[in-house]
């Protein structure tokens, strides 16, 4: 990130940082550990990328945005409250490099390996629902009316809790059918939710903050960042499917083929068991669930991807949403935010990590 | 039941889960399983207590219990979201007769049983979660002013996350020491904000609804109120702890000596480990952790507890909580629903069932 943005959004990641830090609630909580343990994820990494698209919608929409910090770093919090049951429900050891929440708060008991776990998992449990109380008491700081507030808090019921758990669970039962019983609209309907609805609402709810009233979140401008923010949640999570399978580890950070390993719906696999001959889609299916993959096993399957068609279909879908997100962005007033948010469009979609 | 209390608690628990059933809020949820299993709780019983304290006390201080009910309902919402995660964190089984939630959404998937649990148990987290967010959106749903509203909120995270979940998250804590290990200070500071605090709330909250305005928060009835829940809940409390002893099973419902099987730390076990001689705490010790328990192990137990004074001690705790509820209530208006409180707190702490 060298462009114009990335001192942007580093120096109001850096005051988000500082309301993280300078809240009381989570010191309030005991044992003192479980307080610790719901401000490590913040701590530990993590672009802020929501808060900081908030707080440019804001600033576009003409509002002060250093009385809105503590509704931005609520969007933080909230995002990460569903990071820590997300680790617990896909068993995950590691976040950004550091024990995962449960893994963590399993060493605070001495007892057996089995019961610890246990008890970091049911600990992590607590967190992440302490964590949702921190997110809307950091809304209720910010400097904006009552009634700003109660419709920040609304809405992100609305998308935090119907829309993005909606597609969490979604996610989570896709996991246990196969990848050729899920239809390209079902996946989209399940990423609209589980990564476009928090996006959409850090855009669009900026703007609301902006302006000052309630009444702001339904102006075109609104809905216009609303947009913004679910294509390039859209276009972003097809990059990483993409990277999966034809990113570097190095740059990717995750082992390529682990989407394949876990026999994950995605874009490419869907559109190529669709299209693909019989024999071929049995060869493809052949790669599906395997404990490690080979560069030469990597080989043969972005071949068949690409021999599908499903590389140029996927690459398509991802320049059309990344289209969309920049013609939203066009209604939006010419500012410094607004080339920001398009920066860090093109900054993201065209990401190799 | 039988007194006049119950008929007016009859009345507006009937009033609070037409609420609760015609909430939109768990429909829009997906799977629909899911928004289903949100709905399980409160539709398989309860007494609503919390929500029926808070209106009466909204009553007393001149409300229109009407306008209110979402209010109330928000109220059992939560308290019910905190027993769907209670109960994976228990791995209990049934709750009121009924499968718990993680047992009744592990039927959702067809797998081995031993990944129908991951599931059901993945899946209940979530619906916690989702629980979460419908309890403030019914406090946004009650005909009351946005400042009221926003203190609602507001309080509800102090004494519903901060007091209630850390409560929670200290009794899981000490599930893992030994009751010698923990202070009768400990304990009380545990249930106080395990049961105390949501009662607390429950009836503290409802004079502020009732006035009308947030400042009636802090006025001398409110916290009078808040006092008697707190009473009332550590009173209710330590009769459970009785029941488990002395209680008979055909009306306690579970099993008696359940608490000694756990060696949960109760204000009967800690006073006799403190007070008995040691060959007599060698041989209470002796009961703990067992699998089950014969007549003559429980009487044996009994007589030890008598013994060492711990039940006269424990009863009187009772009365004196007793008595500190039922003065706190003489500081509210006299009227019909001041006596309703009294009657209730009356029964539940002389209940046997």
Redesign the interface.
């Known amino acids: 990130m060298k462009n114009d943005f990335s001192a942007s959004l580093k120096i109001l990641a850096g005051e988000i940082d500082k309301v993280i830090a300078g809240s009381t609630?989570p010191r309030?909580?005991?044992?003192a550990y479980?307080g610790r343990a719901m401000t490590s994820y913040p701590a530990n990494g993590g672009k802020r990328l929501r808060p900081v698209i908030m707080l440019w919608s804001a600033a576009l929409a003409g509002g002060e945005v250093k009385k809105l910090l503590p509704a931005a770093a609520a969007l933080e919090i909230f995002h990460n409250w569903t990071l820590v049951?997300d680790d617990?429900?896909d068993d995950d050891d590691t976040r950004r490099g550091k024990p995962t929440a449960h893994i963590q708060l399993a060493g605070?008991?001495k007892?057996s390996p089995e019961?610890q776990k246990k008890?970091g998992s049911?600990?992590a449990?607590?967190a992440?629902?302490?964590m949702?109380?921190?997110a809307?008491?950091l809304i209720?700081q910010s400097d904006t009316s009552?009634?700003v507030?109660?419709k920040l808090?609304?809405e992100l019921?609305h998308f935090?809790?119907?829309r993005l758990?909606?597609g969490?669970?979604?996610d989570?039962?896709m996991s246990?059918d196969s990848a050729e019983n899920i239809t390209e609209a079902e996946l989209f309907a399940m990423q609209s939710?589980k990564t476009g609805a928090l996006l959409h609402y850090a855009a669009r709810a900026g703007w609301m903050m902006g302006r000052g009233y309630a009444a702001a979140w339904d102006e075109p401008e609104a809905a216009a960042l609303g947009e913004f923010g679910e294509y390039l949640a859209l276009a972003f999570q097809m990059r990483d499917d993409y990277l999966g399978i034809f990113g570097k580890f190095e740059e990717f950070g995750k082992p390529i083929g682990s989407d394949l390993a876990e026999g994950k719906a995605t874009v490419l696999l869907i559109h190529a068991l669709k299209n693909l001959p019989e024999a071929e889609k049995e060869l493809l299916k052949s790669y599906l669930y395997r404990a490690s993959y080979t560069a030469t096993d990597l080989e043969q399957v972005r071949k068949i991807f690409t021999g599908a068609g499903s590389v140029k279909y996927l690459l398509d879908l991802i320049a059309d949403k990344t289209t969309k997100a920049q013609k939203a962005l066009a209604q939006l007033p010419d500012a410094a935010e607004r080339s920001y948010l398009s920066e860090l469009a093109n900054y993201l979609i065209n990401r190799e990590k």
């Open positions: 609630f309030q909580v005991k044992p479980l049951h617990i429900i605070e008991v007892t019961r008890f049911d600990m449990i607590l992440g629902d302490l949702q109380g921190w809307f008491e209720d009552a009634e507030k109660l808090a609304e019921r935090g809790y119907i758990v909606s969490e669970a979604v989570v039962a246990y939710g």
